[in-house]
């Protein structure tokens, strides 16, 4: 990756400015121009490498669950099966992986667990799937996903999301708000819409973003890259059975993302705890896990590699 471009990935996933004019402020860090950041980002738009810079609300502030599900189905039928799934629109991520058992895993959401099981079911009976499994989370510690680029592997905030999230409702903030922070243009002012929503400057938007984040109603705000096209090719969910206190050191691992213990299926599913991690290399990636889990005291724990992202591959979707 260019130098100078991988300076302005770093900045602008760990310290995007909430500013007037953020691709200025960006510049000035990089000793380049507000046009030079804009041009740069807008060709990485352009080429997949940026999703968009944004912030995610948290499901459970728009009153939904989530579930894991892992579905058997043979490789000659997975981009069926795919492309099915994919029709759902709450569906954020959708990979093939390598587990003897489950090939296919996606997460989806639901108002309750019976929409949610309403809808597994559909897709298990259109398919005639013989096997699979629905692993709702007891408690989520981490969701954000970034990239050092310098270092090639995924690296986030430790900050653990609070327990109980407030709803939209809860905030007193209106929808359109939470709207227009999903994603961002990459114009010379991109938050004067935000900030006319809620009617305040937009030197105000950051403490009431950092709030929001403490309270665990969105993901902090920042631009998100596709791992693979700036050079994070591989990733894995890694599993392993873990007290509270383990999950939860897990979630302070600066490599890990998506931290959430599970409700084991019996039979099916016998790990509490889980996260991804992501890295230019599978060397990088495992002796990253190894060193981090050591630290932990988990010497038991799995590798599940994902092979496909079914998700974009089947129509380069832009989600969280």
Known sequence: MDPEFAELVMEAQYDFPI?????????KRLGKSESWVMDALSKAKERNQLRRIGALTNYKARKQIAALVGLRVPLDRVDRVASAINLDKTVTHNFL????????WYVT???TTAELESKVRKIVDEFSIEDHVILYAERTYKIDVKFDV???VSRAKMRIIPETVPTIEDTGLPRQFFDS???IKIVERPFDEAAAIVDMPVGKLVDLLSDLRQRGVVRD???MFDPDAVGIRENSMVVF???DAQCEGAALIDESTHVVKRIPVPGKWDYNCYFMIHAASKEILEETVRKRLGELGVG????????RNLLYDMGKRIEG
């Open 97 to 104: 992986r390598d587990h003897p058992r489950y090939s296919i």
């Open 241 to 243: 059975n873990a007290t």
């Open 300 to 307: 038991e724990y799995r590798l599940v590699y994902s092979l």
């Open 221 to 223: 705000f920042y631009a």
């Open 109 to 111: 959401k639901a108002p």
């Open 150 to 152: 310098l270092r090639g």
């Open 181 to 183: 922070i999903r994603s």
């Open 19 to 27: 500013v007037d004019r953020p691709f200025e402020e960006l510049g």
